[in-house]
């Protein structure tokens, strides 16, 4: 018996002596940034969407002209794949997932040029269909689900060279569009994302800082905690709280023409802001997807001198965040378990044939 007490006490103290290791290695990841594989066609003005676990950035622009790329990213493997273009090249247009197919609403086909196109990719298939167009052709737009249902809200055109108050819905299963309560006020090159079935309208222009918010259940609109720093043309992501806690992360933008590489930090819990580290590479019209808590900042342009169009793919891991252990880690309990499961076993064994 001494002999089996002397080896589970050398067997724990290791598991302890190990441990420290382990939870340095998952917090050295927390909070921080790195760069992976940049997308094979930059560009800015781009639609970013999320179907099991892959990322799909599509449209977009150098400035001069609009794209209908669709190119594919794997998280898990670094790697890109190009996939069937949209049907029409646009930028600044809305995007959206529901029943694991995206739709890409609205945009920009050219200089003061704006499309009412509806249009949905099928990753499954790899294949596009045409839905009913948007009833106010315009850009600057974000494309919300809620209740599987798509909100398309604000934006704007430069003819007449206004912010549009228009807050219009569309239903994939009847494909059709209703007129809910306009947004207070017209914004476009927002940054939104929806929290608790509501929906959070951000910013909207340089020194912008309106936190606009839209309660589809009950159609009607408040107001929170202003961003600490107004830009536009920032992108969202939000950390779903599965992994990491729940947050929307306001990334990027534009201030005097230039881009910035904030990292803005909403707790809709508490309505509070904080800076969080700020991206490698600043840059605005840039799209952020959300893999398994993960936020990837993807294209953008970092500045309007010469139009810099940027492909950087920069990955950032939110504070914190716990992950899902690989293997390796819990090794040493199961070398513990098994060299437990083997003396008393042969203790047993041991007195038996005694």
């Known amino acids: 018996m001494k002999k089996i ?23 050295a990841a927390e909070n921080s940034w790195t760069t992976m594989e940049p997308m094979p066609t930059a560009r800015s003005g781009l639609g970013v969407a999320v179907v099991d676990g892959k990322i799909y950035v599509m ?7 609009r794209f209908s790329t669709n190119e594919m990213y794997n998280p898990a493997t670094n790697i890109w794949t190009t996939k069937t273009p949209m049907p029409t090249p646009r930028s600044s247009f809305g995007i959206s997932v529901v029943d694991n197919k995206i739709y890409c ?28 167009s948007m009833p106010t052709p315009r850009n600057g737009i974000d494309a919300n689900v809620v209740n599987g249902k798509i909100y398309v809200i ?6 007449p060279n206004d912010n549009f108050d228009i807050n219009e819905v569309y239903d994939p299963a009847t494909d ?19 929290v608790g079935n509501k929906i959070y309208i951000m910013g909207g222009a340089v020194g912008v800082t309106l936190n606009q918010i839209y309660d589809p259940e009950t159609d009607t609109w408040s107001n929170g ?8 043309s920032a992108a969202v992501g939000v950390s779903a709280g599965d992994t990491a806690t729940e947050r929307i992360y306001v990334m ?42 993960i936020l990837y900042a993807i ?16 990955r950032y891991t939110p504070a914190d965040f716990i992950p899902e252990f690989p293997s390796w880690t819990i090794l040493p309990l199961l070398i513990a378990a098994t060299l437990v499961g083997v003396i008393i076993r042969n203790k047993i064994r041991k007195r038996c044939i005694e």
Not at 5 to 25: D, G, H, M, R, Y
Not at 225 to 232: F, I, Q, Y
Not at 299 to 314: D, H, L, M, Q
């Open 5 to 27: 007490i002397s080896s589970l006490v050398i067997i724990f103290i290791a598991t302890f002596l190990l441990s420290p290791f382990l939870v340095v290695v998952v917090k």
């Open 299 to 314: 294209g953008g342009r970092e500045g309007w001198v010469g139009f810099p169009i940027s492909a950087a793919n920069e």
């Open 105 to 132: 609403i609205g945009g920009s086909t050219g200089d003061w040029e704006y499309t009412d196109a509806n249009e949905v990719y099928d990753p499954a298939t790899d294949t596009w269909e045409t839905k009913t």
């Open 59 to 65: 449209g977009g622009s150098n400035y001069l002209d």
């Open 154 to 159: 604000g934006g704007g055109q430069r003819t």
């Open 225 to 232: 905690a202003s961003l600490p720093t107004g830009v536009d």
């Open 252 to 293: 990027g933008g534009k201030e005097n023409l230039d881009g910035v590489n904030l990292n803005q930090v909403y707790d809709p819990e508490t309505d509070t802001w904080v800076y969080g580290p700020t991206m490698p590479t600043a840059r605005y019209g840039l799209g952020v997807a959300v893999v398994d808590d």
């Open 176 to 194: 059709s569009w209703t007129t809910k309560t306009p947004i207070p006020t017209g914004v476009e090159g927002y940054a939104s994302a929806v």
